[in-house]
């Protein structure tokens, strides 16, 4: 009999084990799978604001989403747009005669994905921008509150300057 009852034993522990390793593997799957698609949008957004895209650019954030923090924070999708137009308009503003606006250029780096729960993710990462014709150049880190919405991961805050 004792025989039998460490035999059921062991069988309900090696199903159990089986359970939680198909899960956790599940859960890996999906976190591997979000990383790409939050990778994919802050790639985006580098895009649609290096190429002066104010339409992609917006797109990225979620509905109520915002640039910055406080009171100076820009919020809701048509501002974002304006911000990134008005800045394409300043640059054009700043040259003489047939030249075009300065192309700029951010680099990112050592990023970090931090998942707050199955819908909140924070992106964290250090950032440099430059004119390609030399002249200003900026650098800082950045902490950005990602939002799942329907599925598609989305800027909720993107915050340039982190206090802490």
């Not at 698609?37 to 002066?52: N, P, V």
């Amino acid at each position: 009999m004792t025989h039998l009852r460490l035999l059921v034993f062991s069988t309900i522990v090696l199903v159990a084990l089986c359970v939680f390793t198909s899960c956790a593997a599940r859960n890996d799957t999906v976190r591997a799978q979000d990383r790409i698609a939050i990778e994919q949008l802050m790639w985006d957004y580098i895009r649609a604001l290096d190429s002066g895209n104010a339409e992609a650019y917006a797109a990225l954030f979620a509905p109520d989403g915002q640039f910055g923090r406080g009171d100076s924070a820009v919020k809701g999708r048509e501002a974002l747009k304006k911000m990134i137009s008005d800045a394409g308009q300043k640059l054009d503003a700043g040259n003489t005669g047939d030249e075009s606006a300065p192309r700029m250029y951010h680099v990112v780096t050592n990023t970090h994905i931090e998942f707050v729960d199955e819908e909140h993710a924070r992106y964290h990462a250090y950032w440099l921008g430059a004119l390609a014709a030399g002249g200003t150049t900026s650098a800082g880190r950045e902490v950005n509150e990602l939002v799942r919405i329907n599925g598609q991961w989305l800027i909720s805050v993107r915050d340039v300057a982190p206090g802490d």
